[in-house]
């Protein structure tokens, strides 16, 4: 990794990492890691360059960021290539992972949940039991659907706020003693 401070080298490294825990490749982490980073917009021969990483590769991971809207594309003044910059405001940007995780994830698996819960249970013990167990998983994620699409509609000053709160969300719900 060229011409990168250490701490930038490490975050950068671990995010790559983190990254495909997340199920993300290391590329597409480590690239939005450089630009979250960089105090200006950067090109992808200077990322290329930068991670010493294929130029394809480059150009798969920034349209993958684009895609998921964490980093746009800007244009400067004098240079007719594209430059990418990520969003700064971390909350936005979570938020924005967050919508489109539930869209690629939890949305297709609520509607087979669905489908196989409705389609369960017709005939046999076997049958009731999977039924049963599919009622439970889809109530759940219909839960924490509804209470992520409420949560979503805070302002961000209101969340942060409500995220601070810790536990004494906890003590307002259950009591001070448990």
């Not at 450089?34 to 200006?40: A, G, N, T, Y």
């Not at 150009?59 to 990520?86: A, C, P, T």
């Not at 919508?99 to 005939?123: F, Y």
Request: hydrophobic share 40%; proline share 3%.
């Amino acid at each position: 990794m060229k011409n990168l401070t250490p701490v930038a080298q490490k975050f950068i490294l671990h995010w790559g990492e983190m990254g495909t825990r997340w199920g993300i490749n290391r590329t597409v982490a480590q690239i939005h890691a450089l630009l979250f980073l960089s105090p200006e917009p950067l090109n992808a021969e200077e990322i290329t360059d930068t991670l010493s990483v294929a130029r394809s590769n480059v150009s798969n991971s920034l349209h993958e960021l684009q895609n998921w809207g964490i980093i746009r594309v800007v244009h400067v003044m004098g240079d007719r290539r594209d430059h990418f910059e990520s969003m700064k405001d971390v909350w936005e940007m979570f938020q924005i992972i967050l919508d489109e995780r539930k869209r690629r994830e939890v949305d297709p698996t609520l509607s087979v949940l669905r489908a196989c819960a409705q389609e369960a249970g017709k005939s046999g013990k076997t049958e009731k039991y999977q039924k049963e167990r599919l009622t439970e998983l889809l109530g759940f994620f219909e839960t924490m659907t509804t209470w992520y699409t409420d949560i979503r509609r805070l302002p961000t000053g209101a969340l942060i706020k409500f995220v601070k709160l810790g536990g004494k969300v906890r003590k307002m719900v259950i009591g001070p003693n448990r």
